[in-house]
């Protein structure tokens, strides 16, 4: 008897140790990670790269954590506008004018949320959303996506361009997400939080 139960005993030790090696934290394609079917190395993204929306609330909320996760990985996000949809196309627009006129190419945190508030806000009519955009672009010594000139405008159509053929090619159908090495987007949805993300995304910096 005492025999049988030790030897059982034992059975159920090596269960539970081949358990706890089977479990394992490598994100798993199909569900924290997919490849993309096109490598987008020719469009020479950062190598941690945001695809958002101004008008999508989600990507709005993750903005005050993009800090934490560029330090938990190490890199510097880069941003693109997605472009799927003639909203979207819109919001890039106004996107893109920002980023022509701000330092670096970076706008400010605060212009950003500025720009996510005024696309996002369903009570402003046309006139007074144009009035609004003026003021925000104004109050920062830029000019507005309705003020620029020719030179301004065949930037601003280059940014596009990229942007929309990067989400083509990506086949990106919701935001937000990242793209890693040109090669992976991050399935946000297969996540908990922050540093989930950022565990996936330094899984794919070096795969």
Excluded: W
């Excluded at 510097?76 to 006129?101: C, E, P, R, W």
């Excluded at 159908?173 to 993300?197: C, L, R």
């Amino acid at each position: 008897m005492l025999k049988t139960l030790s030897k059982s005993l034992s059975i159920l030790a090596l269960v539970v140790a081949v358990a706890a090696c089977s479990e394992s934290s490598t994100p798993v394609e199909g569900k924290q990670y997919r490849t993309l079917d096109t490598n987008l190395a020719t469009y020479r993204l950062p190598q941690v790269t945001e695809i958002f929306s101004l008008s999508c609330g989600h990507c709005r909320n993750l903005e005050p954590m993009l800090p934490a996760l560029e330090e938990q990985t190490g890199e510097k996000l880069g941003k693109l506008h997605v472009m799927f949809n003639d909203s979207a196309k819109i919001a890039a627009m106004i996107f893109y004018t920002a980023v022509m006129q701000s330092e670096n190419g970076k706008v400010p945190a605060d212009m950003k949320d500025s720009l996510f508030a005024l696309v996002q806000d369903r009570d402003l009519d046309g006139e007074a959303k144009k009035a609004e955009l003026d003021r925000i672009f104004h109050s920062r010594d830029m000019v507005s996506p309705y003020e620029l000139d020719k030179t301004q405008q065949e930037q601003l159509f280059r940014y596009l361009e990229v942007a929309e053929s990067v989400s083509v090619e990506a086949q990106i159908n919701a935001v937000p997400t990242f793209i890693v090495n040109g090669k992976y987007e991050v399935m946000v949805s297969g996540h908990q939080g922050i540093d989930e993300i950022a565990e996936t995304i330094n899984y794919l910096k070096t795969k």
